[in-house]
């Protein structure tokens, strides 16, 4: 069983950053591949960085299109963190951004379904 649970959410100016961290339970954290995931109302969920199991910290590293050269995903397996550095905010980018964990794989899966895990999400307000 893992819990997660986010924060760093907020308000911020188009162009600006944010870093959203999600706290694990857990002694086996660093077996587990990790996701972000974000939803707009109105919106499904969709895949937005995965990073894979590690013995240490690091990792594989996916990115959505969306996102890729703005977003960094990272993990820390001594402190049971992943994190998810946002640059060059958008308003596009508002949404309830949700964590996830699944148990390790060589595929880091961009599909919700697949996660077994999920925090109760952050909201990310991006103002135009």
């Known amino acids: 069983q893992v819990q997660l649970v986010e924060s760093g959410g907020g308000l911020v100016q188009a162009g600006g950053s944010l870093r959203l961290s999600c706290a694990a339970s857990?002694?086996?954290?660093?077996?587990?591949?990790m996701g972000w995931f974000r939803q707009a109302p109105g919106k499904e969920r969709e895949f937005v960085a995965g990073?894979?199991?590690?013995?240490?910290?690091?990792?594989?590293?996916v990115y959505a299109d969306s996102v890729k050269g703005r977003f960094t995903i990272s993990r820390d397996n001594a402190k049971n963190t992943v994190y998810l550095q946002m640059n060059s905010l958008k308003p596009e980018d508002t949404a309830i951004y949700y964590c996830?964990?699944?148990?390790?794989?060589?595929?880091?899966?961009?599909?919700?379904?697949?996660?077994?895990?999920w925090g109760q999400g952050t909201q990310v307000t991006v103002s135009s």
């Open positions: 990073i894979s199991w590690s013995r240490w910290s690091g990792g594989r590293t």
């Open positions: 857990g002694r086996t954290f660093s077996s587990y591949n």
């Open positions: 996830a964990a699944r148990p390790g794989s060589i595929e880091i899966t961009i599909a919700a379904m697949r996660y077994d895990y």
